[in-house]
């Protein structure tokens, strides 16, 4: 189609010169007009583009119309193109309904009856091209809409390829980085496990240097005070590594608490023996603690070895001597990014050579320490954070070299009041005496040397005792009849059932004899025992430390018995 073609009008007058006469009239006009023969013809130059239609109707008379008809409902939205309809003088009712059905049909029509005025023609031929042209102007902006939403459906076609080729790229990126990432983890765990075990080895071969070197001058020695010096180096290199393995189940969280209500000023004021024998003569060490302090959620006992361990660095940041001040204080409703609630805050405040922040960031890693060699073993403070964030708590440090540390725990408050009756780490230093006709104890231990240990100090404590090395004979010793008054077993043994599963297994059988776990290691076997309603005694311990766990499982002041189900 052209604009010429658009804009012109078609005239269809096959009988006599109507058709040529009005053509030439609208050209005269300035109107372009062509003539068609016939109605195909008709048909032909409106699909190539069309002004108006001017038809004489008795040329459509007897014609068949139903393509025309089809043409016209076939027009697009935009388009209703107008027809002139000059009009025969025939008004028979079958002509006017014709012209009727006809108008019906072309839609868009104006009629002109004979005689005609050469003006009216061309005014009424002029009034269908404005309209037309309107027509033209809505398809011209319904163009522009449809191409524009095509360019915008482009745009949103690149733009959407563009995004997902960036994604792809940050993703790849993000992998990368992710993998990166790892392989730094991986490259900081294994040095940190490195640093670890060559602590630990460092540190236990010190211990058993001590302990096997002094077991082997012992048979060289016949003076009874160097023997005597001998034994109690070999006692206190043990006590370091059952310290040692405390600290190390202290930073990784995996040590056992008993936590309870525990009133601070009582628990930490009755430390003040122990400080003094602790700290050197130029150290003092201050209290200060409100009158209504809250009680807090932890084990009193590990509270008092955090308390001790953080007075000795405090000691040992002051060469020169000072004062040491444990202060606490109650925190309502504290809010911040890593406690939410109600807490005590339990600072130990010195004035020493403080921390530059380079230590201060590095403090709680296991085995790092300022000390000299041999003065520290660096799991002081890495037992410290261990202990408190197994307490559902945090450490802060504040540090100022030149002008002194203060080191803060924050303990939750607990919503229990304390008990009246708090004992204290001096209470197990306190020799026992030795007892008679305690009991007959089946002690369940696989190892041949740690059973013949443990069965010298039962021995020691008045008990008889006869050793299953698996559970499986321990249960037949109960089985055959002979009298057991309390059974003592490993937790990790061969066989199949550790001791939980052999606590449970007595309980079903004999629901009132009391059981007592020992383990190196409790880790899982902790929560299982405690839902059994049985005790453990941590390994390694002494023979004061076995009496009062043994007291305890007899009498049952501290783990009351329970019927455990399976």
């Not at 041949?448 to 008990?463: F, I, K, S």
Request: proline share 4%.
């Amino acid at each position: 189609m052209s604009i010429e073609q658009d804009h012109r009008v078609l005239v269809f007058a096959p009988i006599g010169r109507d058709g040529p006469a009005s053509a030439e009239l609208l050209r005269s006009a300035r109107i372009e007009a062509a003539v068609c023969s016939d109605l195909a013809h008709l048909l032909r130059e409106m699909s190539a583009g069309v002004g108006a239609v001017f038809v004489a109707e008795e040329g459509l008379f007897a014609q068949d119309t139903a393509p025309l008809t089809q043409w016209v409902e076939r027009q697009p939205a935009w388009s209703d193109l107008p027809f002139i309809v000059l009009t025969s003088h025939r008004e028979q009712r079958a002509v006017v309904t014709w012209r009727r059905n006809l108008v019906s049909a072309l839609r868009n029509v104006s009629l002109l009856e004979r005689p005609i005025q050469p003006i009216t023609l061309t005014s009424a031929v002029q009034s269908a091209l404005r309209a037309r042209r309107r027509q033209y102007q809505i398809r011209a902006l319904i163009q522009a809409r449809e191409q524009a939403a095509q360019q915008l459906e482009q745009l949103v076609v690149e733009r959407t390829r563009a995004l997902a080729e960036s994604n792809e790229h940050l993703r790849i990126e993000m992998a990368e980085r992710a993998r990166v990432e790892e392989t730094l983890r991986q490259a900081q765990k294994i040095e940190a496990i490195g640093r670890l075990t060559g602590g630990v080895a460092h540190d236990f071969n010190n211990l058993l240097m001590v302990i096997s070197g002094g077991l082997d001058m012992l048979d060289r020695q016949s003076d009874p005070a160097r023997r005597r010096r001998l034994m109690d180096g070999m006692i206190q290199a043990a006590q370091r590594g059952a310290s040692l393995t405390r600290q190390l189940l202290a930073f990784s969280r995996r040590q056992e608490l008993r936590p309870e209500p525990v009133d601070i000023a009582r628990q930490i004021g009755g430390m003040r023996e122990l400080l003094d024998r602790s700290l050197r003569g130029d150290v003092h060490v201050e209290f200060d603690f409100p009158d209504a302090l809250w009680p807090v959620a932890v084990d009193p006992g590990e509270l008092e070895l955090v308390v001790l361990n953080l007075a000795v660095n405090a000691r040992d940041a002051m060469p020169a001597g000072g004062t040491i001040l444990v202060r606490a204080e109650n925190l309502r409703n504290l809010q911040d990014d890593e406690l939410a609630g109600d807490y005590v805050r339990l600072s130990v405040i010195d004035t020493g050579t403080g921390m530059t922040d380079d230590v201060r960031m590095r403090v709680f890693e296991p085995f790092f320490t300022t000390k000299d060699v041999g003065k520290g073993s660096g799991l002081g403070l890495a037992q410290v954070y261990g202990f408190v964030t197994q307490s559902r708590g945090t450490v802060r440090i504040d540090s100022e070299v030149g002008k002194g540390t203060t080191i803060a725990l924050y303990l939750p408050r607990s919503a229990q009041a304390a008990s009246r009756q708090q004992h204290h780490l001096l209470d197990l230093q306190r020799p026992r005496a030795r007892r008679h006709d305690e009991g007959r104890v089946l002690l369940v231990e696989d190892d041949d040397e740690v059973a013949a240990l443990v069965g010298e100090m039962l021995r020691q404590l008045g008990y008889e005792v006869t050793r299953a090395s698996s559970a499986a004979a321990a249960l037949g010793a109960l089985a055959d009849g002979r009298t057991v008054d309390l059974v003592f077993s490993d937790v990790m043994m061969p066989g199949g059932m550790n001791g939980v599963e052999l606590a449970r297994e007595i309980q079903k059988r004999r629901g009132d004899m009391p059981i007592l776990l020992t383990s190196g290691y409790s880790g899982a076997a902790v929560h299982a025992a405690k839902e059994a309603g049985v005790r453990i005694l941590s390994k390694p311990y002494r023979i004061d430390e076995l009496a009062a766990a043994l007291d305890a499982v007899k009498m049952g002041h501290v783990w009351t018995q329970a019927r455990i189900s399976s």
